[in-house]
């Protein structure tokens, strides 16, 4: 709602996702002379094909309503089986007191919409559903043994995922038989070929992201937390460079769901998002906000945290802090996320290698690795002027 008018679905800067666990929260403003007290909002919501769903909340009001205070508005949760396209919305207030019931009524009726109607909430339709295949890595290199126990990265790294991108559901699977790293590594471009060999074996779906998980007995691998095989493009043809891998601390388990989400955010198609005093490569141009901030409220259905517009930044960059989503990112993750997705609805969707492709990496400190794959190269990397 902008100055409290509803913004219909074609106005929007970000999209609703259906079949979603979503929160609706109502705001008020106070007309003079108002005497604090208790008011009841109502919700109703009517989908296309059944009763009307009708909640109620009381609260007491006895100052402005606040976005950054859950308890200063109305906060409706709406659980995702009530999230379905065509479901229209109407929100009333209601007195509580006796006492205050019998006065004139106000001059502004306390309805939205202001004109009495129900209004088109406007879920969007599409299937949206992210799958990742866990790689466990065991670092067996002079110097460091270790592996990763999987199960404690498993829900944090699932419910991060999930509140930060939209779709109805992330699949995440511990892929069985673990990749071994015996060579000791100079940077993530000695790990990364190797997920991409189990990928490979695997005959994943071109819509399968692979990340693995290493613990490398430090706190950086080459300067870095985690690494993306490239900015992905949506083609099936760039299935073999859904490829990432990231750091396990054992002691910040926050550090290893965010390194996990920023390195997929690349696999999306995302570039970094600048960052105030961070070197970060190449940050996105077109990204709105100053300073990287994620510049509206957001709210984390899985841990019901709220996220200040002014002072989280995008996960996309590099200040970790309070990471969390823009709605300039939702939007371009929801586009990229429906492609893949629709991949699934003919079925399977295999590969689809065309010959082998020569892959070398030249290193920053010297030195260079070289090897083949099946596989072809994506529409966009045949540009001639990348060649």
Known sequence: ???????????????????????????????????????RA?????????????????LDVSAESFAGDLSRTFTF???????????????????VDPSFAILPPPELE?????????????????????????????????????????????????????MKNPAQAVELSVREQPVVIDQTPVDFWGVLPAIQDARIADNAQANVYYYGVIDACAYDL???????????SDEKTADFQRVSAGLYLANDPQFNADTFVHELG?????????????????????????NGVIGIWGFGIRDFKLRNPTAAHDYMSYCYSGNWTSD?????????????????AGGAVPSEPAG???????????????WTIPGRIPERDLDRDRL
């Open 42 to 58: 109502r919700l109703t919501l009517q989908s296309p094909d059944s009763e009307p769903w009708v909640r109620d909340q009381i």
């Open 222 to 232: 080459g300067g870095f937390g985690g690494m993306s095989w490239a900015i992905v």
């Open 110 to 162: 306390p309805i939205s919409p202001r004109d009495g109607s129900s209004a088109a909430i406007g879920i969007q339709p599409e299937l949206l559903t992210m799958k990742v295949v866990l790689v466990p890595i065991e670092s067996a290199w002079p110097g460091c043994s270790a592996s990763v126990p999987m199960d404690t990265v498993l829900e944090d790294f699932e419910d991060f995922l999930l």
């Open 77 to 95: 949760d709406i659980v995702a089986d009530k999230m379905i396209p065509g479901t229209t919305f109407s929100v009333s207030l209601w007195e």
């Open 328 to 344: 300039w990112t939702w939007a371009k993750n929801f586009d990229r996320i429906r492609t893949l997705t629709s991949w699934d």
């Open 1 to 39: 709602a902008v100055a409290g008018e509803w913004v219909g679905p074609a106005d929007r800067n970000a999209q609703i996702v259906g079949g979603r666990d979503s929160l609706l929260r109502a705001h008020w403003t106070l007309a003079a002379g108002f005497v604090p007290r208790e008011i």
């Open 356 to 370: 082998n492709l020569l892959i070398g990496v030249l290193g920053d400190a010297g030195g260079e690795q070289w």
């Open 266 to 290: 690349h696999l999306q198609g995302l570039s970094h998002v600048e960052c105030p005093g961070v070197d970060s490569a190449a940050p996105d141009p077109t990204y709105p906000y100053e």
